[in-house]
T-cell receptor, first 114, second 112 residues
Framework: DSGVTQTPKHLITATGQRVTLRCSPR?????VYWYQQSLDQGLQFLIQ???????AKGNILERFSAQQFPDLHSELNLSSLELGDSALYFC?????????????FGPGTRLTVL | AQSVTQLGSHVSVSEGALVLLRCNYS??????LFWYVQYPNQGLQLLLK??????LVKGINGFEAEFKKSETSFHLTKPSAHMSDAAEYFC??????????FGTGTSLTVIP
């Protein structure tokens, strides 16, 4: 158990809908990262937050957005969902933004768009 | 720019045989390098990391990796494969406090 929690574990929805994925980082970790893992694209970095502020952006679509709240939990919002958005979405956390800090990964949310 | 290349998307070894998973990186500055393992239906778990101390890094479950700057490599090895090692392995590089760059992963199969 990494100490990172993600809810829900599974999510099934229809095209065009909007969903919110939630992540609670390990106790004491200030930085949160979101990743998308799909069979065809591998593990893709989406976005990073540090202590409530956006820190880095990766391959995140405009239909996707995220935020980190004062209690440090984070939410990833996916809207106007398409079939291709079906994937595993991972949240990870680290203590801070030092480059030698490892990231601790949550168990993931499996999103299925029908 | 930073990137990671994992040679061999699938590797099969016999139980008890040497495991060698290859990772080459590209970085304009000294990198920090990581190996993660992902078991089916689970998140990624850190195996080991290189942070510019010793070039031979020992990790969990008997795995180790050697940083070779001249070859820009960080290959993962284990002397004797166990059935429980069957999983997906990811190499990652990080040079700033921002994002990780992950390789495409290597699926390890252990044959009894």
């Amino acid at each position: 158990d990494s100490g990172v929690t993600q809810t829900p574990k599974h999510l099934i929805t229809a095209t065009g809908q909007r969903v919110t994925l939630r992540c609670s980082p390990r106790s004491g970790d200030l930085s949160v990262y979101w990743y998308q893992q799909s069979l065809d694209q591998g593990l893709q970095f989406l976005i990073q937050y540090y202590n409530g502020e956006e820190r880095a952006k990766g391959n995140i679509l405009e239909r996707f957005s995220a935020q980190q709240f004062p209690d440090l939990h984070s939410e990833l919002n996916l809207s106007s969902l398409e079939l291709g958005d079906s994937a595993l979405y991972f949240c990870a956390s680290s203590v801070d933004v030092r480059a030698d800090n490892e990231q601790f990964f949550g168990p993931g949310t499996r999103l299925t768009v029908l | 720019a930073q990137s990671v290349t994992q040679l061999g998307s699938h590797v099969s070894v016999s139980e008890g045989a040497l495991v060698l998973l290859r990772c080459n990186y590209s970085s304009s500055v000294p990198p920090y390098l990581f190996w993660y393992v992902q078991y089916p239906n689970q998140g990624l778990q850190l195996l080991l990391k290189y942070t510019s101390a010793a070039t031979l890094v020992k990790g969990i479950n008997g795995f180790e990796a050697e940083f070779k700057k001249s070859e820009t490599s960080f290959h993962l090895t284990k002397p004797s494969a166990h059935m429980s090692d069957a999983a997906e392995y990811f190499c990652a590089v990080r040079v700033t406090g921002n994002q990780f760059y992950f390789g495409t992963g290597t699926s390890l199969t252990v044959i009894p």
